[in-house]
């Protein structure tokens, strides 16, 4: 809530100094030899590498050599700007494509970048952050009250996948990163939250309810950090008093935060060891309540990373620090990590699959329209039915609306006559028992179809989130077959999609900001690399070409 190796050009052999102009010598091309030409502004000068001269061929051959070669390299020159013109246009109608907006806002796009990574660091926007992603250890018991209120139902596991508490909407997610806060700076775990608005720490203001968390509580140096209830960033926030700006969260399992803004020192480390510091607005939490004193044993707060105001990609790009797009990619591997990365020099430029979304009409979620939800080839959803797909990393698991999700557990019983429910099982809410021993997803991944999230098409191509067995299935400690989708109408979500993390991993996922998109890309996440921009040849002949 989302990768790739910068393309560079090898600079050619260095050119001779003009000694003088002489009159070319056109030589004739024995057998076995390829003459290749190289165009340059000095036409009348021999390639660098040229096949050795005949000096035996008869003078009729090379006099009508010498009228053919000039044709020949206007011919090959011709050809080779009709590749690269065709190439560009290319590259420029896939972008037309895949990006909203018109043609020529695409192409704007395209050539307001630097070539091949280059450019002004000190221009607006001009810088990018790397953070870690981590995956939060394991608890080996946890309780969870369901949204729709009773029916507890309780868990003792040493799964690789949290149990469900919540966070501004949905459960728990999977991984944390580390932010250093305060003058000299700490550091402090946060849980990654695409669908969070707010930014907040436990802090010592002094502490209501905090839970022992995986360092010391913030501390506010003065109460002149306190944010002013009159500051443009905490419109929407509550005004009980004028002297600072409070926050309230309730969360879908009954759990809650409550505290005060504040600003502060947050320092950040480029790729190339450069520190950025800057004074972030983010909540200072006092009273945590609720299930989520649980959840923060191992973590001190939560990043928000939705698209409003007070979300930390959004600060930074007011203040011209990055670019307004950010990202995230988790490993495949639930035991590993990933990474999370603010501003745009981590993002593909070329692969990427984007989609338009747009704030949810009450939370201000971003969520994209799906058109048709499918197990395999059999459609999901209801024909006709409006339907939403949120990318969510604070929720560990993928939530169907109750329809869907129906039909998606009878597809399931009905896989393979070797695999039967197991009610018994309660790491989730279905799980099937198998007639033979299961220790990985490996094992019975073959008896499953894919999911697929089907896109509203541009022209003619499609653009689908396609999410693997592996991506939806978990094996649970007594060698079930659990399924890794739940009831989002159990917490008040009846037409929306919540892609969580154990359907996210393995996909470099974005957001634009500007462009109010999501995308997505395969990805290993192991080796994040600062992407090349539009290659410089193909850039000078879109230009030269297209506009």
């Given at each position: 809530m989302?990768?790739?190796?910068?393309?560079?050009?090898?600079?050619?052999?260095?050119?001779?100094?003009?000694?003088?102009?002489?009159?070319?010598?056109?030589?004739r091309v024995p057998n076995g030899y390829v003459m290749i030409v190289v165009p340059n502004d000095r036409r009348d000068e021999l390639p660098?590498?040229?096949?050795?001269?005949?000096?035996d061929a008869p003078e009729e051959e090379r006099e009508d050599e010498e009228e053919r070669s000039p044709r020949a390299t206007s011919s090959l020159w011709r050809a080779a700007v009709a590749v690269v013109a065709l190439a560009a246009l290319a590259v420029a109608g896939r972008v037309c494509l895949y990006a909203d907006g018109d043609a020529a806002t695409a192409a704007w796009r395209l050539l307001d970048t630097r070539e091949d990574g280059g450019g002004d660091e000190g221009a607006a926007g001009g810088r990018s952050f790397l953070l870690p992603l981590y995956p939060k250890p394991r608890r080996g018991g946890w309780a969870r009250e369901r949204a729709s209120g009773g029916d507890n139902w309780l868990q003792n596991s040493t799964s690789l996948f949290p149990p469900l508490t919540g966070n501004d909407?949905?459960?728990?997610?999977?991984?944390?990163?580390?932010?250093?806060?305060?003058?000299?700076?700490?550091?402090?775990?946060?849980?990654?939250?695409?669908?969070s608005h707010t930014t907040w720490i436990q802090c010592d203001a002094p502490c209501t309810s905090c839970a022992k968390g995986a360092h010391p509580l913030y501390r506010p140096p003065a109460r002149t950090n306190l944010v002013p209830a009159s500051d443009q960033l905490c419109e929407g926030a509550q005004h009980d008093n004028p002297n600072?700006?409070?926050y309230d969260i309730s969360y879908a399992d009954g759990s809650s935060s409550m505290g005060v803004h504040v600003r502060d020192n947050m320092q950040f480390i480029s790729e190339d060891g450069e520190r950025e510091n800057a004074d972030i607005v983010f909540g200072c939490g006092y009273d945590q309540q609720g299930i989520l004193l649980n959840r923060l044993e191992n973590t001190d707060g939560i990043l928000g990373l939705s698209n409003q105001a007070l979300s930390l990609p959004t600060q930074l790009a007011s203040r011209g620090i990055i670019s307004n797009a950010f990202g995230h990619c988790m490993t495949r591997d639930p035991?590993?990590?990933?990474?999370?990365?603010?501003g745009d020099d981590y993002l593909p430029r070329w692969g990427m699959t984007w989609v338009p979304i747009r704030d949810g009409p009450a939370d201000d979620i971003r969520r994209a329209q799906v058109q048709q939800v499918n197990h395999g080839d059999q459609q999901l959803n209801v024909q006709g039915k409006l339907t939403h797909v949120i990318f969510d990393s604070g929720s560990t698991y993928t939530h169907f609306p109750n329809e869907a999700l129906i039909k998606l557990i009878s597809s399931l019983k009905a896989a393979s006559p070797r695999l039967v429910q197991d009610d018994?099982?309660?790491?989730?809410?279905?799980?099937?028992?198998?007639?033979?021993?299961?220790?990985?997803v490996d094992d019975v991944k073959h008896f499953f179809k894919p999911l697929s999230l089907e896109f509203e098409k541009r022209f003619f191509f499609s653009r689908t989130f396609n999410?693997?067995?592996?991506?939806?299935?978990?094996?649970?400690d007594k060698g079930n077959v659990c399924l890794g989708v739940l009831d989002g109408t159990t917490i008040g979500y009846d037409s929306v999609i919540i892609v969580g993390d154990v359907s996210l991993r393995g996909k470099l996922i974005a957001y634009d900001n500007d462009e109010n998109e999501v995308g997505w890309i395969d990805s290993d996440c192991t080796n994040p690399r600062r992407q090349s921009r539009f290659p410089s040849f193909l850039r000078r002949a879109l230009h030269n070409q297209v506009l």
């Open positions: 989302a990768a790739t190796t910068p393309v560079t050009s090898s600079p050619g052999p260095p050119e001779e100094q003009d000694e003088g102009r002489t009159k070319p010598h056109h030589q660098a590498s040229s096949p050795p001269h005949d000096a909407h949905f459960p728990e997610g999977m991984y944390y990163t580390t932010v250093s806060l305060g003058n000299p700076p700490r550091p402090y775990f946060l849980d990654v939250d695409t669908g600072q700006c409070d035991s590993g990590g990933g990474y999370l990365f603010l018994s099982d309660k790491t989730l809410p279905f799980c099937m028992k198998a007639d033979f021993p299961v220790r990985s999410i693997r067995p592996e991506d939806y299935l978990i094996i649970s």
